[in-house]
């Protein structure tokens, strides 16, 4: 790194760096698909707040990138010891940002994503880290739970669990100033658009930046 990039990343690590932003929306919507794009597509402007969580890894997925695959006791005594931002449980299984995770994101001076549940929007609404919130919908239930099914990564008992939340968290997101944006997820191509438009601004004073 050099010296310019390396001020300013320590500059940001004490200013917390550019507006965070949350994506939730329920389990299946394409909230994955869409970030990874990002992250993608973006290199250096945007990283992932690595979660902590007690489920097992799917396939594919790897331990520090996705998650941190964790046991219910290493979890709970983080929660103790006030590692955590916030944390919920979905499902059966516990979930939650760390600071950690967070900030190392900021101190790269990179736009933080955090993939977080209903339960977890709330309680980021009450801490200072102000981000952006934006709720990823699918088209329907319907196509909701086909998606799951074809994801095939859920028992019928995790999948049943996670259209209950699709359903109850869909209403509740309807409620005014708790989204800057939904954005419906029905074909790939113009929900990645809007979301990229959604972001437009903190993306060019990224990489404004990173230019001078
Ligand atoms: P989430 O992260 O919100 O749980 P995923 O990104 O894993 O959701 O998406 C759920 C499934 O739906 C995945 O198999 C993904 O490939 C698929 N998917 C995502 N977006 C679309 C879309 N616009 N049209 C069809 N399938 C999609
Ligand atoms: P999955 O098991 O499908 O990866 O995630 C299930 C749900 O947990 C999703 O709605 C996802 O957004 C949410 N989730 C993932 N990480 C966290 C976290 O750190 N905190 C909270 N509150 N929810 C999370």
Redesign the pocket.
Known sequence: MNRGRLLRAAVSAVMAGPRPVVLS????????????RLLKDYDGVFGFSVSHTTRGPRPGEINGKDYHFVSREDMQHGIDHGDFIENAVFSGNMYGTSKAAVQAVQAQNQICIL?IDMQGVKNIKKTDLNPIYIS?HPPSVQ?LEQ??R??N?ESEDSLQKRLQAAISDMEISKEPGLFDEIII????EE?YAKLKSALTEEITAVQTSEDS
């Open positions: 929306g329920p389990s299946g919507a394409g909230k994955s698909t869409l970030l990874k993939d990823i196509i998606r799951l074809d994801r990564t997820n029905d074909n790939l929900a």
